[in-house]
């Protein structure tokens, strides 16, 4: 995996910010117990993110999943802003050769990767806790945390509008 210094159009579709919207995932026990989940609509990460550069050609494969680069970028369109991300799709729903996909089926492979990713955090949580309580353990002992995931959803003038489940990227 080499690092990207330099973001160009003939490797990354680029958004502008106009075309994007960021939401992330949360659920959450109301008082009667019933489970809530919302989307809400969150800035870019960056502050200063004028665009969204999404990489053409995937760097990763797994059974299920491909991995794509996706970036935040500064106003000239090349400048990169905070962290490498990864933007994950479905294997099983990348789409057509024009790289059209079923977009309610996006929308559900987000939806239960973002369910399963919150409830491994409570399942973490929970686990950190128990771990504290013991005397024997130290302090120092690592713990288990799960990466936040927002979902980017793009509007692309000649596709629709996409969601893409969107992460840090761990090796940078």
């Not at 159009?9 to 502008?16: C, G, L, M, R, V």
């Not at 106009?18 to 990460?45: F, G, H, T």
């Not at 504290?132 to 799960?146: E, G, L």
Request: proline fraction near 3%; hydrophobic fraction near 40%; glycine fraction near 4%.
């Amino acid at each position: 995996n080499q690092l990207i210094k330099i973001v160009s159009s003939n490797d990354f579709h680029i958004y502008p910010k106009s075309a994007v919207k960021r939401k992330v995932y949360k659920e959450w026990y109301r008082e009667d117990r019933k489970l809530q989940r919302e989307y809400e609509v969150v800035p870019l990460q960056h502050p200063d993110a004028e665009f969204v550069a999404f990489a053409k050609g995937a760097f990763g494969e797994g059974a299920e999943r491909i991995a794509f680069r996706f970036l935040e970028l500064a106003k000239d369109k090349k400048t990169i802003l905070g962290v490498p991300m990864v933007a994950k799709e479905s294997r099983l729903i990348l789409g057509d050769s024009n790289g059209v996909g079923d977009e309610q089926e996006r929308k559900k492979f987000v939806k239960v990767f973002c369910s399963t990713q919150q409830l491994a955090r409570r399942l973490a949580m929970e686990f950190n806790a128990k771990l504290d309580k013991i005397p024997a353990v130290h302090a120092k002992t690592p713990r288990v945390a799960f990466l936040d995931c927002s979902i980017y959803e793009i509007n692309n003038i000649s596709c629709g509008t996409s969601s893409v489940l969107v992460e840090e990227k761990l090796d940078h």
